[in-house]
């Protein structure tokens, strides 16, 4: 469902109305992706008085339960996150809040997070999935007024912090090539989607696009976990990148997946009936060999 300005300015009617002002002209905007930038409050007081905002693009047609995340940027800018569910399909596909403000930042090219405000606090899930983070131990996270440290709320965590230069947000790109020449510029997109991958537990990226017949596109990466199960497919991070857009309620026109010709695992038969549950858009697919 679109949102529109009406609702914008309900859940930000806390705030001065110069500051509303300045987020109401990017969240209006049409090519808004989830990204708030020009602002005149500190950051991290602004992402604990944005939650009801990140909330209102909450999709929870199972739980009702509409969750907010705002993740900050090393750079100092916001990232919106929300919960989005899909009825249909197993519940596991479900993406929460703290998942989506994190792949927010990491498609927006953030290497850090400065903090990590929620509007609940994180479930066992999710402390697992932020563990991944460069600088995870020590990543503030603001629940209410309550602030923490992840290591606080991951006393006995599975796995070792990841180094620097080595985690989800800072890790290098592989490098990987079309096996049949890839043409189209939505290929390529879908390749370099899943160059950018973060697979560093079973070596299987994905890339995922989603074309929309408004002309807008999103795509999505493979964030990996070391428990495997908090694992975000790349259809689901692309479709993170919809929802948080002023596209969110326009039809999906096509998809294109790039993933490996040969896998132990593959994410593929769950694109499908996710985007099955939204949309008949065909998926095409590009293999992948390493380049
Ligand atoms: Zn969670």
Redesign the pocket.
Known sequence: MALTADDFKEALSSLPSSEQILLLKQLCAPQFGGKLADFNSPAVELAQALLPLAATFSIAPISGFN?GAIAVGASGALYLGS?LEFTGVPLSATL????SAVLNAWMHGESKLQALAISAP??????Q?LWELPNAPRLPIIVGQAQTMLNELLPMPFGEPRSSGQGLLDSPPSKLQSIAPAQQITAQRAINAAQRSYTPYTHTPEGFVIECADGQHFTGRTAENIAFNPSVPAVLTALNQRNLSNSRHVTIHRCTQAKLATALHSNSKLAASIIRSLSTAAIQTVLLESA
Request: hydrophobic share 25%; glycine share 8%.
């Open positions: 969750v919960n929460h809040a703290e998942q994180p479930c066992g899930h999710c402390r999935f």
